[in-house]
């Protein structure tokens, strides 16, 4: 068994480094002087309008802003400049975009991060002019016509931006573009981005958890029939039980009996036919047990539950309505974190020691409200 869980996790690992697509020039470290003037692209960059540049930390006072070395991968960082009447100069928001080497496919979930901060500008010291970075999708030049994100309001403190998403339609080009929050007839306001992570690629989403039930009577019918099919074949496909661990490695799990409500996810390694690698898919059975004494099974609405960043790095924030236990999972349904969440709180997760991969979620409130979810850790 400590064989197969070995096998498995080497799987998983393979596969989660190389199904990602790593965008050229992710650092914006050109090999030209980084002046920092208005249109200039970094390379592998194509612009639309003029107000673009790449920028050299140290090239003026101005750009002595905390930079933290997570984020730090040299001395270029990209800046997207949003300038005065922007309602009738189109040009004058910031933008560019990259050709990928893989398409974005439609049915895929993937995850992305970048770090940015906002930039008071020099000419007006006492002012910052709010505004967001954009991640958009497009398949013709300049022509996004997906937004997939929209950063946090930006400030002067340099911050981690990371989402899941999957596209509406396929993609070929990924753009950056700065948003203002406000549209003043003032100089111009400035996002600056670094570090753009790969895009991994986090569920293709061909594979679909089958149950012959997912409700039954407790102590009357404690057994239950798993199977999955696929909609493209799979080199490795596993079940596993939330809480317990891998319990069969094929497509057709067969019966399987448990005492209580619990969670079977399947698991599947398929290969990409464009040039992604290897791809995970997975789906989701939550199996539930009602008292037959009454007259109708009792569902119990979620309540409100958040998790976030999501992928994160070192820390995740959990933000709860109801009191209850938060309980992490790894990719083989090992219990890896367990946590009391207060009512109406914010908590703070540290996953700074765990590897990078997806986990696995379960929180049941006090109110019996169960939230499952998965976290990618990077």
């Known amino acids: 068994m400590l064989r197969g869980v070995f096998y498995l996790t080497f799987l998983f690992s393979a596969l989660f480094a190389n199904s990602q697509i790593v965008l050229k020039n992710f650092d914006f470290e050109d090999s030209l002087t980084y002046s920092c003037s208005i249109n200039t692209v970094p390379s592998s960059w194509y612009q639309?309008?003029?107000?673009?540049?790449?920028?050299?930390?140290?090239?003026?006072?101005?750009?002595?802003i905390l930079h933290p070395s997570s984020a730090f991968t040299?001395?270029?960082?990209?800046?997207l400049r949003y300038d005065y009447?922007?309602?009738?100069?189109?040009n004058a928001i910031g933008k560019m975009f990259q050709k990928l080497d893989c398409p974005l496919i439609n049915r895929y979930q993937y995850s992305f991060s970048f770090w940015n901060a906002g930039l008071v500008n020099d000419y007006y010291p006492n002012r910052f002019f709010m505004g967001q970075t954009v991640v958009s999708l497009g398949m013709d030049s300049c022509a996004d016509t997906e937004v997939v994100y929209e950063s946090s309001i930006l400030d002067t403190i340099w911050r981690m931006e990371s989402f899941l998403f999957t596209p509406s339609s396929t993609a070929e080009n990924i753009y950056l573009s700065i948003k203002p929050?406000?549209?003043?007839?003032?100089?111009?306001?400035?996002?600056?981005?670094?570090?753009?992570?790969?895009?991994?690629?986090?569920?293709?989403?061909?594979?679909?958890a089958v149950a012959q039930d997912t409700l039954f009577y407790e102590k009357k019918q404690e057994c239950i029939s798993l199977s999955a099919t696929e909609s493209a074949s799979m080199d490795s496909v596993w079940w596993e039980q939330v809480g317990v661990g891998v319990i069969s490695q094929q497509l057709n799990a067969g019966v399987v009996c448990v005492d209580s409500n619990t969670t079977f996810i399947v698991h599947g390694i398929g290969t990409d036919s464009t040039c992604a690698g290897y791809l995970p898919s997975s789906d989701t059975v939550r199996v539930r047990f009602y008292d037959p004494t009454s007259s109708q099974p009792e569902f119990v609405q979620k309540s409100?539950?958040?998790?976030?960043?999501?992928?994160?790095?070192?820390?995740?924030?959990i933000e709860a309505e109801q009191s209850g236990t938060f309980e992490l999972f790894n990719s083989l349904g090992q219990l890896v974190l367990t946590k009391e969440i207060s009512k109406g709180s914010y908590a703070t997760l540290d996953v700074s020691g765990f590897g990078s991969g997806v986990y696995f979620y379960n929180f049941l409130s006090d109110g019996n409200a169960d939230t499952r979810g998965k976290l990618v850790k990077e």
């Open 48 to 64: 639309c309008g003029q107000y673009t540049s790449v920028c050299d930390l140290n090239a003026t006072e101005v750009f002595y």
């Open 181 to 208: 929050i406000t549209l003043l007839e003032a100089q111009a306001m400035v996002a600056l981005i670094d570090a753009l992570s790969p895009i991994y690629v986090v569920n293709a989403h061909e594979l679909e």
């Open 74 to 79: 040299g001395l270029g960082v990209c800046a």
């Open 85 to 90: 009447n922007s309602l009738s100069l189109p």
């Open 304 to 317: 409100m539950f958040k998790v976030y960043p999501n992928p994160a790095k070192d820390y995740f924030t």
